[in-house]
């Protein structure tokens, strides 16, 4: 389960970096902004980072590229233990169950951002 | 521009709640988290709320219900800073001068996720 990498890495890019430093466990994952001018983020910013972050921890078998359905459950569990308890990602179970093979069907960013737009849509209703 | 007020509490709801307390500037807004069993979110719940929180400080004049464009501009400016300096928000730009009448038309908080999203893309393939 060696999950040890680092990937989008930041300057001379100018961009946000994602480092990701796995050893074994997706835990270990840490997202850290950097800047071309070095200078802090914004909350908003950390936020964005976080949630882009989470998802290349959990696509092992993707690359970065992609997220099988049972990465998506596993990031799910356990990162969104709460918004599970509180009934904001009942939707998310079922899509999940129709997104086909759960180690083969392929879940990309833009799919996995709208996911958690749906749990977050959830907690505003609540 | 006096924006004070609390909406969307937490218990006895069970969800994730957002205390607003602007008094008179958008940063004064906090977002705060709580769970039925006061258990500490995870990171990732942390970003979706601060996600969310933003959405709600800035929606003055639609009472967190939508952003104005201009509303969705300034927060582009004072909190997306850097992803606007790496051209990660460009995009964002065109979105919002498409979306009609600065001060009248309606950014709903589902467009505004996903306006996110087109930032958190960006962001990726830089």
Redesign the interface.
């Known amino acids: 389960m060696g999950r040890g990498g680092v990937g ?1 890495t930041g300057p001379p ?4 970096g994602v480092l990701w430093e796995g050893g074994g466990v997706r835990e270990q994952c840490v997202g850290i ?1 950097s ?3 070095n ?1 802090e ?12 972050n ?1 998802f290349h921890c959990y696509a092992v078998k993707g690359q970065k590229e992609y997220l099988t359905p049972n990465e998506m459950r596993e ?1 799910v569990v ?6 599970g ?2 009934g ?1 990602v009942g939707p998310l179970d079922e899509k999940i169950e129709c997104m086909g093979d759960p180690d083969e069907a392929k879940l990309e ?2 799919e996995y ?2 996911m ?2 749906d ?3 959830g ?2 209703r ?1």
Chains 1, 2 share one sequence.
């Open positions: 989008g890019g100018g961009r946000i902004g800047c071309r001018d200078q983020l914004t909350d908003v910013e950390r936020a964005i980072e976080t949630v882009i989470q990031l356990q990162k969104l233990p709460h918004l308890k509180v904001c960013f833009g951002w709208d958690m737009g749990a977050a849509k907690c505003r609540k």
